[in-house]
């Protein structure tokens, strides 16, 4: 079973910048989609960032040109850049990683990220 362990959230000022974590336990990260998600009270998961086995990734609108996803997968780990933080940026942001299917294998326990104005 893969367990997922994220870190790096925190409380930032608007325009200030964070860098979250996450290590998988298992090499069954390496050759799969990883990808960072989030969910603001009241409001859905939403997709943030995605990366796959080969390197090819994908972002979510708002958040393209301000985050980069990356992953080293000789440390099992994928890192999620935030700069240009804004308030809605604020939530809960978990680490998941996913069959090329599409189906989900595992998800991190989330990590605060808060942004003041």
């Known amino acids: 079973q893969v367990q997922l362990v994220e870190s790096g959230g925190g409380l930032v000022q608007a325009g200030g910048s964070l860098r979250l974590s996450c290590a998988a336990s298992?090499?069954?990260?390496?050759?799969?989609?990883k990808g960072w998600y989030r969910q603001a009270p009241g409001k859905q998961r939403e997709m943030v960032a995605t990366?796959?086995?080969?390197?090819?990734?994908n972002y979510l609108d708002s958040v393209k040109g301000r985050f980069t996803i990356s992953r080293d997968n000789i440390k099992n780990t994928v890192y999620l850049q935030m700069n240009s933080l804004k308030p809605e940026d604020t939530a809960v942001y978990y680490c998941?990683?996913?069959?090329?299917?599409?189906?989900?294998?595992?998800w991190g326990q989330g990590t605060q990220v808060t942004v003041s104005s």
């Open positions: 298992s090499l069954i990260f390496s050759i799969n989609t």
């Open positions: 998941n990683v996913r069959r090329p299917t599409g189906s989900s294998i595992a």
């Open positions: 990366i796959t086995s080969g390197g090819s990734t």
